[in-house]
């Protein structure tokens, strides 16, 4: 099964910060990975597919790189309703795993 | 605009079965290219993927699970099931269905559904 490790598991930044999030996959996943957000109560959404591919009506202030283990997921510019929990999810050999997830807040 | 809906009992006891449904609108669970999935989330915890059925009829499923669970759909009814047997404490969750799309992300899913396991 492949494993997936996210850091940091939380982090706490002012409005307008640059967020980085990375994603390890424990092995390659060449560039199977998407980013997801997720508010309490409510069911996550897709951001980023294929590692650096914006999903249809995503602000563009999020953004996402990699390939094969290693990704990052960024947000240039925090906003107030960025608050959320942000998971990464891999999908390799007709199976998905998500990461931990990271929470970030507002500081 | 594709919508998914779970239904299904809130609370199941411990050693039977759970079973849910999801209903499609906006689009067909028989359209060529799409999985249909459940995934879930303990209270306070990550996400797990518990399978799909692909538009074909095809299934696949969580190596840590698959005993346990069957997923299988209605076509002319446009929806999709889980069944989880055997359920334990650790089953609680809340379980949501979503559509899976081209290199295996989920672009559509319900609001998702608490079952609680429990006597």
């Known amino acids: 099964d492949i494993q997936m490790t996210q850091s940091p598991s939380s982090l706490s930044a002012s409005v307008g910060d640059r967020v980085t999030i990375t994603c390890q996959a424990s092995?390659?996943?060449?560039?199977?990975l998407n980013w997801y957000q997720q508010k309490p109560g409510i069911a996550p959404k897709l951001l980023i597919y294929?590692?650096?591919n914006l999903e249809t009506g995503v602000s563009s202030r999020f953004s996402g790189s990699g390939s094969g283990t290693d990704f990052t997921f960024t947000i240039s510019s925090l906003q107030p309703e960025d608050i959320a929990t942000y998971y990464c999810q891999q999908y390799n050999t007709l199976s998905f795993t998500f990461g931990p997830g990271t929470k970030v807040d507002i500081k | 605009q594709v919508q998914l809906q779970e239904s299904g009992p809130g609370l199941v006891k411990p050693s039977q079965t759970l079973s849910l449904t999801c209903a499609v609108s906006g689009g067909s669970v028989s359209s060529g290219g799409y999985s249909w999935n459940w995934i879930r989330q303990p209270p306070g915890k990550g996400l797990e993927w518990i399978g799909y059925?692909?538009?074909?009829?095809?299934?696949y499923y969580n190596p840590s699970l698959k005993r346990r669970v069957t997923i299988s759909t209605d076509t002319s009814k446009n929806y999709f099931s889980l069944k989880l047997t055997s359920v334990t404490a650790a089953d609680t969750a809340v379980y949501f269905c979503?559509?899976?799309?081209?290199?295996?992300?989920?672009?559509?899913w319900g609001q998702g559904t608490l079952v609680t396991v429990s006597s």
């Open positions: 092995q390659d996943i060449r560039n199977y």
């Open positions: 294929d590692a650096s």
């Open positions: 979503a559509r899976g799309y081209g290199s295996g992300r989920f672009d559509y």
């Open positions: 059925i692909y538009y074909s009829g095809h299934t």
